[in-house]
């Protein structure tokens, strides 16, 4: 008899796979990700400096991921470590910060990381003054001359870039260049943007002058769930590594770390050609919803997005909750942010073709078409034309 919640997990594929699936965060894995995610690593420890036996392949696996990480990533060291983007972020802020320190980062309410809120985050729990650098909600992006100013006047001990809704790149090379003055350090937290960055089609934190790059590997990149740190920093390398066991996590989850080694197998051989397809089919999305009139506006240039990411901005989390239920009725998921995600789609080898009709299927639903079986219609011929990954070894 099959165990309940196998059976859970069963009905959770079948309803999945007949779903337009358009979160940011999330992304499809190929079947040799899940051969690593669900192999003997799964049950198994591993720790360094080396403690537990029976780990001699593990070992070299974790090499190699690290190595493909510093390639794939353009970096000189990698630490593959990190279970989540959010404990990266956090291995990262507690090698670089005592408490008191403050960081500055994206204010939440423009999209920026929740775990950097003043209150009830990561930065709270280790001592940390969170403040926020000004920002251009009509452009999508810091201001940059405020932030200049504001970065001079308080000398923030990290600055943050990245967040979760983003849209354009940020000012990185302005930023280190200030930041570095007064020995401050900048991060760049590329969660939503890793596969980009992987793909050379967003921007180059560390070539432009980030000291740390962190983040998840699953959302824009080809997953599976964890998180990434890199740097080109030996000094900054040498500390963090000692601020995973026992300090921010234990068990690093090998199963993880291996398939993440495959994951950059799969970004090395096919990393810029989807990365510039998500990217062409987020503008084309977000052209076409906006001249169906919904609430897609384009920044001071004109621009619509240059990342994985439509924002569809219906002013916040709970007209964004009913958004998200309607489309759900006709199978298209999306989150309450409404931030609409091209990554999984591209995955499935959508083209223009395809990204019109999603777009005329969204269109109709948000714009109170009445009969669902027509959008259905849609969603289902999608679904049936892309059941296979893409971009795979
Ligand atoms: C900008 C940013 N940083 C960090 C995280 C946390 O990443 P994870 O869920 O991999 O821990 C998120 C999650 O959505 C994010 O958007």
């Keep these: 008899m099959l165990d309940k919640v196998l059976d859970l997990v069963q009905k959770h594929e079948a309803y999945r796979s007949s779903c337009v699936n358009l979160i940011a965060s999330e992304n499809v894995v190929s079947d040799q990700v899940k051969r690593a995610l669900g192999s003997d690593l ?15 392949f593990m070992d070299e696996a974790w090499s190699l991921t690290e190595e493909r990480a510093c390639r794939v990533f353009r970096a000189k060291y990698a630490s593959v470590n990190p279970i989540g983007g959010h404990i990266a972020l956090m291995a990262t802020l507690t090698t670089l910060c005592r408490p008191g320190a403050t960081v500055a980062s ?24 969170a403040d926020y650098l000004p920002y251009d909600g009509e452009g999508y992006n810091l201001n940059t001359e405020k932030s ?5 006047q308080n000398k923030p001990k990290v600055v943050v870039l990245g967040s979760s809704v983003i849209l354009f790149p940020q000012p990185v090379r302005e930023v280190a260049e200030e930041v570095h003055r007064y020995g401050g350090s900048l991060v760049y937290d590329g969660s939503h943007v890793m596969g980009l960055i992987a793909g050379g089609v967003f921007q180059d934190p560390l070539r432009e002058g980030a000291d740390v790059l962190v983040g998840s590997t699953h959302k824009s990149f080809f997953g599976p769930q964890g998180g990434l740190i890199l740097s080109n920093d030996s000094e900054f390398m040498a500390k963090l590594s000692s601020n995973f066991l026992h300090v921010t996590q234990d068990n690093p989850h090998p199963n993880r770390v291996a398939a993440l080694g ?12 989807y990365a510039s397809r998500v990217v062409l089919n987020s503008k084309r999305l977000a052209k076409l919803l906006f001249e169906e009139g919904l609430p897609v506006t384009p920044n001071t240039r004109g621009d619509f997005t240059q990342s994985h990411q439509v924002f569809l901005n219906y002013g916040g989390w709970e007209k964004g909750s009913d958004v998200r239920d309607k489309l759900e009725e006709v199978r298209i998921i999306v989150d309450a942010g409404v931030r609409v995600g091209l990554n999984e789609v591209t995955r499935r080898g959508y083209d ?19 009969a669902n079986t027509d959008i259905l219609k849609i969603v289902d011929e999608l679904v049936e034309k892309h059941p296979r990954i893409h971009y795979t070894l």
């Design 42 to 56: 799964a049950g198994r420890y591993v720790a360094y400096p080396k403690f537990y036996g029976g780990t001699r």
């Design 352 to 370: 223009e073709v395809d990204i019109e009709s999603l777009a005329h299927a969204i269109a109709l639903k948000l714009k109170g078409h009445e």
């Design 106 to 129: 994206i204010p939440p309410e423009y999209g920026g990381y929740g775990g950097l809120a003043r209150e009830h985050s990561m930065a709270s729990m280790l001592g940390l003054r």
């Design 148 to 152: 200049l100013e504001y970065i001079a």
């Design 262 to 273: 495959v994951a950059l197998a799969e970004a090395e051989k096919w990393g810029a050609q």
